[in-house]
């Protein structure tokens, strides 16, 4: 296969854009097409740690991801009744190291910003991708004339639409982590700031945070269930009448929460779910962040492997003179850091939803020993040493 000068990308999110970015750095053409029909901003809280804090820093965002930061330091855990049960600072909870949040619209935002040069096709999406000539990939989009490219990558998240068409359906690729995650902007009636406040009955979790860059409350509705079902392909007004039949009547504002999620303009519900593949490309189609590998945001690090894997693909393009050589080097550099990230999340449900009432319990005593155990060393370093489990050679 020959070098790649032409790239296309699915999905103008978080990988996309940073890709972008590094493609046009690297004197190569890139086309984002994204099916929404603006750049989408708002959202909720995202985390950039460790190497990836390093890839932000090389783009030139570092400051202006710092000046956008959520500025959330504290978290507590409250009863039913609204008492604090446990306290501690969140850089604690996202295991100490190197760590910044940002809303993920904001930093859709910077990314943005940063791959200007790039064409962007909004409102449209892959319809067919055709690779019998061999040496191109012709894409059909739904609103536009077939074209040929050098290399077409699938950074359209978790429900990838290139993974689809080139890989087949999501399913064989899906493990499901045992649970649904729901967030949606709520009004901000506690009054909280730079504060997130977690409640817990067995095996559910309410969280409601509130950042100054941001209108209103963010809310958080988790919850833990062995079967996966068919609820988070139902409609919203479904999904939102399954949250009411799983935590009405939970305790402290969860139905305040529930009545104000009615109303919310941007609802999201999904399972908890990973993306587990062989291999990340098929000829000249490659996958990328969520697409190849999402860890589920019981990880705490889409965003990270989204950005760091932008600058490995970038990268390997650049560097070789064979598109399959750069595709196999991008994914062997990607799997080991991919790998112990998604591992993270096999703990997060646990945590963050223990499914008794002594579990519960139990899990608040370790939030509240965990500045001692800091001090004495003994935190868990399973987090800090995965954000970090990648070397980034030099641009
Ligand atoms: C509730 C929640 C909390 C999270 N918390 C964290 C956290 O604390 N820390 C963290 O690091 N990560 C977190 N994540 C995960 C993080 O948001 C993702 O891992 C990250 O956004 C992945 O980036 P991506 O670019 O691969 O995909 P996405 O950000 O999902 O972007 C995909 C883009 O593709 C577009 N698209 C989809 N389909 C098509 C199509 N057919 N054609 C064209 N475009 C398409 C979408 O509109 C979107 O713009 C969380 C996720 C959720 C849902």
Request: a neutral charge.
């Amino acid at each position: 296969m020959t070098a790649v000068r032409n790239v296309l990308i699915s999905g103008a999110g978080i990988a996309g854009p940073a890709l972008a970015h590094w493609l046009q750095r690297h004197g190569i053409r890139a086309t984002l097409v994204e099916k929404a029909p603006e750049a989408r901003t708002g959202g909720y809280a995202v985390d950039l740690r460790g190497a990836a804090v390093d890839v932000a820093e090389r783009m030139g965002l570092l400051d202006r991801v710092r000046a956008a930061a959520t500025g959330i330091t504290r978290a507590s855990v409250v009863d039913a009744r609204g008492r604090t049960r446990a306290g501690f600072p969140t850089g604690l909870a996202a295991g100490e190291g190197r760590s910044l949040e940002i809303l993920r619209g904001d930093l859709v935002g910077l990314l943005h910003d940063a791959a200007d040069a790039a064409e962007y096709r909004y409102g449209d999406a892959v319809a067919a991708l055709d690779q019998s000539s061999g040496d191109a990939v012709l894409a059909s989009f739904q609103g536009a004339e077939a074209e040929p490219y050098d290399l077409v990558v699938g950074a359209d998240g978790l429900h990838s639409n290139v993974r689809a068409l080139a890989f087949g359906p999501e399913r064989p690729y899906r493990r499901f982590l045992g649970g649904y995650v729901s967030i949606a902007t709520v009004g901000d009636h506690l009054g909280l700031s730079g504060e997130v406040r977690l409640f817990n009955t067995p095996g559910r979790l309410v969280g409601l945070y509130r950042t100054p860059r941001a209108e209103g409350a963010k809310a958080l509705l988790l919850h833990r269930t062995p079967h996966e079902t068919d609820v988070d392909r139902r409609t919203p007004a479904e999904q939102r009448e399954h949250l009411r039949a799983v935590f009405a009547g939970a305790g402290w504002e969860t139905d305040r929460i529930l009545s104000m999620m009615e109303d919310s303009p941007d609802f999201y519900f999904d399972s908890v779910t990973q993306i587990a593949m062989d291999g990340w490309s098929r000829g000249r189609v490659v996958l990328l962040g969520d697409a190849a590998h999402c860890p589920s945001p019981m990880s705490g690090q889409g965003t990270s492997l989204a950005l760091v894997g932008a600058y490995v693909l970038a990268q390997e393009l650049a560097r070789r003179t064979d598109a399959a050589t750069a595709l196999a080097a991008y994914e062997r550099r990607m799997r080991p850091y991919a790998a112990a990230n998604q591992a993270i999340a096999d703990d997060g449900l646990a945590f963050l939803a223990p499914r008794t009432g002594f579990g519960i319990g139990a899990r608040n005593a370790l939030l509240r020993s965990a500045p001692l155990l800091k001090l004495l060393g003994r935190l868990d370093r399973k987090v800090p040493r995965a954000v970090e489990a990648i070397e980034l050679d030099t641009p």
